[in-house]
């Protein structure tokens, strides 16, 4: 099976690489990655990205944390039973205290876990296309293409103010 092809279109300028961004989105082209030396404000909504799922992993993570020290507290104090002055065997309030730190630990645990895991981290090795200038002051974008649309996404990517375009393959080989 031949390697997967695409282009790489270098920038010099951020609203250059923002503006073919937004027309390789209206052309219908499928964008794969965006190299940025700096962070870019807008760069969400240009590549009009999904919101990330993590969110929801950290929801799974602090309701399972809050039963699980709920559950924790309770086991314990129906297993050694400690009454003193006439207060009830499941008295809630001091159950808060466990069900709030297994909360946050869980919490935490499976945004770090799930962010990993989303992330494909860690990468041993750089993306195929990557170039050493994008970490000083280059801008570019990967663009997944055939060979019959090639020349104009080319085009399109010339037009918008890209110094480089060049052909990239990506290998699919495993990292290490």
Same mark, same amino acid.
């Given at each position: 099976m031949e390697?997967?092809?695409? !282009?790489l279109?270098?920038?010099s300028? @951020?609203d250059? *690489?923002? +503006?073919?961004?937004? %027309? !390789?989105? /209206?052309?219908g ?7 940025? $030396? ?11 990205? %999904?919101?990330? $799922? ?9 309701? !399972?944390?809050?039963? =699980?020290?709920?559950?924790? @507290? +309770? ?6 039973e ?7 065997? *499941? +008295? ?8 709030f730190?297994f ?5 935490? *645990? ?7 895991i989303?992330?494909?981290? $860690?990468?041993f090795?750089? $993306?195929?296309?990557? #170039?050493?200038?994008f =970490? ?11 060979? @019959? /649309? ?6 399109? !990517?010339? #037009?918008?103010? @890209?110094?480089?375009? %060049? ?5 699919? =080989?495993?990292?290490?």
């Amino acid at each position: 099976m031949e390697p997967k092809r695409g !282009l790489l279109g270098m920038f010099s300028h @951020a609203d250059a *690489l923002l +503006a073919a961004i937004s %027309r !390789l989105k /209206e052309s219908g082209v499928g964008i794969r990655t965006v190299f940025s $030396p700096v962070p870019l404000h807008g760069i969400q909504e240009a590549l009009k990205t %999904r919101p990330s $799922p993590v969110r929801y992993c950290t929801l799974m993570g602090g309701i !399972l944390g809050l039963v =699980s020290g709920f559950s924790l @507290a +309770a086991y314990s104090n129906l297993k050694w039973e400690f009454i003193t002055g006439g207060k009830p065997v *499941l +008295a809630w309030v001091p159950f808060v205290v466990v069900g709030f730190e297994f909360t946050i630990l869980l919490g935490v *645990l499976f945004t770090v876990f799930s962010m990993a895991i989303i992330s494909r981290l $860690p990468r041993f090795r750089l $993306p195929s296309a990557y #170039d050493p200038r994008f =970490s000083v002051d280059k801008f570019g974008v990967w663009v997944d293409c055939g060979e @019959a /649309e090639r020349g104009q996404i080319s085009k399109i !990517l010339e #037009d918008s103010g @890209a110094e480089e375009v %060049r052909e990239v393959r990506l290998a699919f =080989s495993a990292p290490g």
